[in-house]
């Protein structure tokens, strides 16, 4: 298994940047995937999940209204939209697949939401 995330940066508070993941090594569209984060300092949190076709997405609350998560299951590929950002979204997003009892994380991209 491996994912690899892309899209991060350094963006000014209410700008938009769009994540990316890119998954091999397993049938992607079986399962449910995951974007997570973790400010310094902090436990990773969960921040958007999305069901094997994507009809089923679910937020946190400190998230929802403002980013969106989505597939391509055609391109391996699972995405964030977010939009709107504040500093509290700082951090670095990590990919996350639980297959066969074990989580599956990629290296993390760092965003980073500062003026």
């Known amino acids: 298994v491996q994912l690899v995330e892309s899209g991060g940066g350094l963006v000014q508070p209410g700008g938009s940047l769009r994540l990316s993941c890119a998954a091999s090594?397993?049938?992607?569209?079986?399962?449910?995937m995951r974007w997570y984060r973790q400010a310094p300092g902090t436990e990773r949190e969960l921040v958007a999940s999305?069901?094997?076709?994507?009809?089923?997405?679910e937020y946190s609350a400190s998230v929802k209204g403002r980013f969106t998560i989505s597939r391509d299951n055609a391109k391996n590929t699972m995405y964030l939209q977010m939009n709107s950002l504040k500093s509290e979204d700082t951090g670095v997003y990590y990919c996350?697949?639980?297959?066969?009892?074990?989580?599956?994380w990629g290296q993390g991209t760092q965003v980073t939401v500062s003026s």
């Open positions: 090594g397993f049938t992607f569209r079986y399962y449910v």
């Open positions: 999305i069901t094997r076709d994507g009809g089923y997405r």
């Open positions: 996350n697949v639980f297959r066969d009892d074990v989580n599956y």
